[in-house]
Each structure stands twice: as structure tokens, then as C-alpha cells.
């Protein structure tokens, strides 16, 4: 089959009990795991909005029984989430060093040139095509948040602060537009209409192009009870399998996977035309019996993930239950979109922690959605010294307990949330 999304109906709107897929179209009638009702996992608050409401809504993820893609209704349009948006990836110095690294890479591999175009879907504050440029590579950023895309062209890189879709791509190729190398980190998760976007990456993409996609694995999301990478903004969460269905949907095929530590467990998918003359390389087809040996082609193991999920919720409560009961003083490091969903889910508020803090200046002062916990600069930790420290964005834990490590000064000890409750002591913790 090879649809183009331009050319299949839109499907209707439809209740809460008969939803479909948004890739394949069938039912869903499958819950994956129901983590209650939150608030948008990026909506800060500023101290005069705490006595204000809060718009929240449901976060209960689905499987569709026909393709495996797990997925959330779109609650909140991408216009009210992504138009101002929080996240600035440069503010992660691990993050940028992976951009790096892949830029001089897909250089090498793809022969990329002055004559070349690189363009990047979602491409948030050029942390990753400023690397691009001392490669004297031409590149175009994607970018529908105004305030980051503002940073990027500070960097010289050259951004349109557009969504992407099949409209935008068919104007560009009008416009002579057309890219060797298209990239999308952590982008496909937050798109509402799949087809429309990978339809335009379709279109964009030139007869011998390559796309690379960056996500994270589902495999290890369920793997590793990682319930808190899902949120609002992220509307869905894909195994290679169903990455495979929805390429040849769209007349694509995956021609190489990287398995990558980023994000707990992401994969990177390169995808080329169907018709290119790029052969798959085996680790495709490997990845794909490894998929099906982990059953990720049967409604078991994603039927099974709700039980695990409210497991991690009473050990991690059981936990911050007792030595709160002792006596201890508690706070949190990073204020992530998944450290909400985990905070709201278990009803850990400033009960629990007195404060959070985070390298990123656009949220001090500001408060956690939800739960309300103050966030401040990192300094803050020095101090309160706190006897426990709180890692919300547990993908990070290595940097952060290497950043950190003087905490143990005062005897504090870092306390990982995810696979499960634990206690790190940084003066004994070897990353
Ligand atoms: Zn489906």
C-alpha cells in the first residue's frame, strides 16, 4: 500500500469510546496504562497563577491491536503547547555533544557537501544544526516555537517557525527546496497527525535522500517501567514494527537502526524512498525478530504495563513515605515534562520536596504543573543542603551525580526513581 496522507480522508471526530488510530485508522480498545488526570507536563506556572484553575485532562495511553502504536488522543493542540515552548536543548550539555557526533558522522556517511541541504524538523535552538555549519553544509531549521527558533537564528542558523506537514513540504519543493538529509529528533512522538508529517517528509525528500528519526524505544519504555516519558505532548510511542508499518504506508523503507542510550533507550531509524537504490543493512531485520521475540507484536506485554506502572508508584510512595517519617529533608533536581507525569501520578508535592531545581533559567521562579513545587537554580541545593536528592530526569542520573558529587559533603544521597526506587551514594556511585 502506499498512501499519501494528502490523499486519504481525514477521519472523523469521534467520543472517547470509539477512537482510532492515528496510523492505521482501526479502533482502539486497549487502555496501555491510565496515569489519572494532569495538568500539560511544560506548563510552568508563574507565582500569580498558583490561586489560579488549571486546564487537565486525562493521560491514558492506548494500543491499536493492528499496528502496536501506543498512543494519546490529542488533548492540547501543538498550538497552544509548542508556540512558546520551555525546552531549549542546549541547556543539556550531554544532549548537544550528541548532536555533535551525529552531524560529523551523517557527514561522512551521507558525502555531505556545500551543495547539499540539511533540514531538520522541529529543530528547537539549533542545537544540532550549528554543527552543521563549520561542515560548510547548507541547512534549514523547522521550528513551530517562535521563542526558540529566535535562538537559533542567533546562531546563524537559518529557521522557518512553521509546523511541518504536507502543505509546508509541497510549498518548499515549489520553492526549489528539496533535502539530502532530512532530521527529526524527538519529533515524531509530539506529531497529532502522523500521516500528514511522514506524507511531507515524502514529498521533501529527494529521489536518493535519507531521513533519520530519533525516538524513544518502546521496548525499553516498557522494559523499564518508564511510564513518566509519557505525557500530553507526546502522542505516541513506537517500536520498530509499527515504524515499519507506517514507513511503507508512505512509500518508505528503513534501510538501518542505531539502538542509543539517549532518553532511557531511543532508537535512530534511517529511512530512505522505497524505490532508492540503498540497500537495508541487517541490523533492520535483526531488530525486527528482536521486536517479535520480546512480543512486541502481541497485545500481552502491553496489556501487562498498567500493574507495573502502580507498582513503581507504591514502592517509590513507600519509600519517600519513610524517610520523610525520619525526619529528612528532601528535594528534587530537574524540572523535565516527565518528571510532572511521575509527580503527578504519585502525588508527590512539596509534602514531599521543598524545591526542585534546574539549569534551565526560563523556569526559576516558576512552579511544577500540578503538584506546585518551586523551582530554583542549582545553587539552591548548596544551600538547603538536602539529605535526599530527588533525580527527575533519571536518563541524565550519570552527568547529574557527576555534576553533583560535592553534595556528599554534607552526606546527601541521590535517589533514582525509575525502573525502580533506589538510593545512590555518590561518594561509592561509578558511572
Ligand atoms: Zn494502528
Not at 529533608?329 to 515534562?337: D, E, T
Not at 503538584?371 to 541545593?381: E, F, N, S, T
Not at 552527568?399 to 538510593?423: C, D, L, T
Request: glycine letters at 8%.
Amino acid at each position: 500500500m502506499n498512501i499519501h496522507a494528502s490523499e486519504a480522508r481525514p477521519l472523523p471526530a469521534l467520543g472517547p469510546h470509539t477512537r482510532r488510530c492515528r496510523l492505521c485508522g482501526a479502533l482502539l480498545r486497549h487502555s496501555f496504562v491510565d496515569l489519572g488526570i494532569s495538568p500539560p507536563c511544560e506548563s510552568f506556572l508563574t507565582a500569580d497563577q498558583l490561586d489560579g484553575m488549571e486546564a487537565c485532562f486525562p493521560l491514558h495511553p492506548m494500543t491499536c491491536e493492528e499496528c502496536f502504536l501506543v498512543q494519546l488522543p490529542e488533548y492540547v493542540s501543538p498550538a497552544e503547547i509548542f508556540t512558546e515552548y520551555a525546552y531549549f536543548s542546549s541547556y543539556s550539555t550531554s544532549w548537544v555533544e550528541h548532536a555533535r557526533r551525529y552531524c560529523e558522522a551523517i557527514t561522512k556517511r551521507l558525502d555531505l557537501g556545500p551543495k547539499s541541504l540539511v533540514i531538520e524538523l522541529a529543530s528547537n535552538d539549533g542545537y544540532l544544526l550549528q554543527h552543521f555549519l563549520p561542515l560548510g553544509v547548507p541547512v534549514l531549521g523547522i521550528e513551530p516555537a517562535a521563542n526558540v527558533a529566535r535562538a537559533a537564528i542567533e546562531k546563524g542558523v537559518p529557521t522557518l517557525v512553521e509546523f511541518f506537514g504536507v502543505a509546508l513540504a509541497r510549498k518548499l519543493v515549489e520553492e526549489g527546496l528539496q533535502a539530502d538529509l532530512i532530521a527529526g529528533n524527538n519529533v515524531l512522538a509530539q506529531v497529532p497527525d502522523l500521516n500528514d508529517f511522514v506524507g511531507g517528509m515524502k514529498i521533501i525528500l529527494k529521489a536518493e535522500g535519507v531521513i533519520t528519526l530519533e525516538f524513544p524505544h518502546i521496548e525499553r519504555l516498557i522494559e523499564e517501567n518508564q511510564f513518566d516519558t509519557i505525557y500530553h505532548e507526546h502522542f505516541s510511542y513506537f517500536s520498530l514494527t509499527t515504524i515499519d508499518i507506517m514507513a511503507a504506508r508512505h512509500g518508505l523503507k528503513i534501510i538501518d537502526v542505531e539502538e542509543l542510550p539517549t532518553h532511557g533507550g531511543s532508537l535512530r531509524v534511517y529511512l530512505a524512498h522505497a524505490e532508492s537504490r540503498r540497500p537495508a543493512s541487517r541490523a533492520v531485520a535483526g531488530l525486527l525478530a528482536h521486536e517479535k521475540r520480546c512480543g512486541l507484536n502481541d497485545m500481552a506485554i502491553y496489556l501487562s504495563f498498567g500493574e507495573r506502572a502502580r507498582q513503581v508508584k507504591r514502592d517509590l510512595l513507600q519509600f519517600l513515605i519513610a524517610v520523610k517519617n525520619d525526619g529528612k529533608k528532601l528535594c528534587g533536581y530537574g524540572a523535565p515534562g516527565k518528571g510532572n507525569t511521575l509527580l503527578n501520578y504519585c502525588a508527590i508535592g512539596t509534602d514531599f520536596l521543598d524545591f526542585t531545581v534546574d539549569r534551565n533559567p526560563y523556569k526559576h521562579g516558576r512552579f511544577t504543573p500540578g503538584m506546585h513545587i518551586p523551582i530554583r537554580d542549582v545553587g539552591a541545593i548548596d544551600e538547603a543542603k538536602p539529605d535526599y536528592i530527588l533525580i527527575l530526569p533519571w536518563n541524565l542520573k550519570d552527568e547529574i551525580v557527576r555534576q553533583m558529587r560535592h553534595v556528599s559533603s554534607w552526606g546527601a544521597k541521590f535517589i533514582v526513581p525509575i525502573p525502580f526506587a533506589m538510593v545512590i551514594d555518590p561518594t561509592e556511585y561509578r558511572s
